[in-house]
């Protein structure tokens, strides 16, 4: 079980240093509010386009209070209160029929209600595409369980937070995003072999499991099904030499586009094949 830990801002006092004395203004409070009494100022709101409607359509089809958070509404004028912060989830919870949804009731007028959205919207930490996988795995997601398992067969870690390739230990990666449509695409023998390739050779190559050298890879076993099956196909790696395979074809595509970076890659991986096991073995 995961060890919890407490909320420590004491380690983070010397990058803050002293913060001045500050008016934080009157104690928010929390309440159900009916939904017919809330109301979108246009003056600083966004209206809803085209990606707001399938944010709340998503939200909407897999509702559940467990990931609603609190509505910031300012009181406005009699009975009503402005939505500074919340209008596609509420919106979500009346296409379910709901008429209340939990509120933060600040007290603001129309110019702190503003700068309380820009501030919302703007501080708002970004969750990395690592980190979502991450949560996506504990929450149980299949195709995410189904990802970690494939890339622990090969020997693989998905990180939760950026290392840069030089400092990786053997098998660590950053690309979920790639490893994830060559998943989809190859699917999970392709996959695994094509990352045991990379980390059961050569001390692990440490640094690279690339996205664009996973994906190479997985697409040459996929046009010569031959060398997915061939049994010494891992081994035979042994002789390649990912990191200059890697560098050379980023000076053959000239840093045009990843599809020449690829393409350059996939002609190095199919040279060294078939010398080194031949075309069609292990059929």
């Given amino acids: 079980m995961t060890a919890l830990r407490k909320i420590d801002a004491s380690i983070f006092k010397k990058a803050v240093g002293t913060l001045p004395p500050l008016d934080c203004g009157q104690v928010p409070q929390l ?28 939200i909407a089809r897999e509702f559940e209070w467990a990931r609603f958070s609190p509505v910031i ?18 919106t ?19 110019a702190k209600q503003a700068i309380a959205f820009a501030s919302i919207n703007a501080n708002v930490t970004k969750m990395s595409t690592m980190q979502l996988h991450a949560a996506r795995v504990a929450a149980g997601d299949p195709d995410a369980v189904r990802l970690k398992k494939v890339c622990e067969a090969g020997g693989v870690t998905l990180l939760r937070y950026p290392i840069e390739a030089s400092k990786q230990k053997p098998g660590q990666t950053m690309a979920v995003v790639q490893l994830r449509q060559a998943l989809d695409r190859y699917g999970e023998k392709a996959l695994r072999i094509a990352l045991q390739c990379i980390t059961r050779t050569r ?3 440490p640094g690279m499991v690339r996205g664009l050298l996973v994906l190479s890879l997985c697409s040459v076993f996929d046009s010569e099904r031959g060398w997915l099956n061939h049994p010494q196909i891992v081994t035979a790696f042994q002789a390649f030499d990912f990191a200059a395979a890697f560098k050379s074809a980023g000076h053959s595509a000239g840093g045009f586009s990843q ?3 690829r393409t350059a890659l996939v002609k190095l991986i199919t040279e060294f094949l078939t010398k080194a096991v031949g075309m069609g073995g292990g059929r």
């Avoid at 809803?48 to 409607?53: N, Q, V, Y």
């Avoid at 209160?81 to 209008?87: R, S, T």
């Avoid at 979500?92 to 007028?109: F, N, T, W, Y």
């Fill in 259 to 261: 599809q020449a970076f």
């Fill in 92 to 110: 979500a919870a009346a296409l379910r029929e709901h008429k209340k949804v939990p509120c933060q009731v600040i007290s603001a007028d129309t």
């Fill in 73 to 90: 509404v300012a009181p406005h004028g009699k009975d009503r209160f402005a939505i500074v912060d919340g209008q596609h989830r509420t």
């Fill in 203 to 205: 001390h692990g190559n």
């Fill in 31 to 58: 309440c159900w509010i009916d939904i017919d009494q809330l109301v979108v100022d246009p003056a600083y709101q966004r209206d809803i386009g085209g990606a707001g409607k399938k944010n709340i359509a998503k």
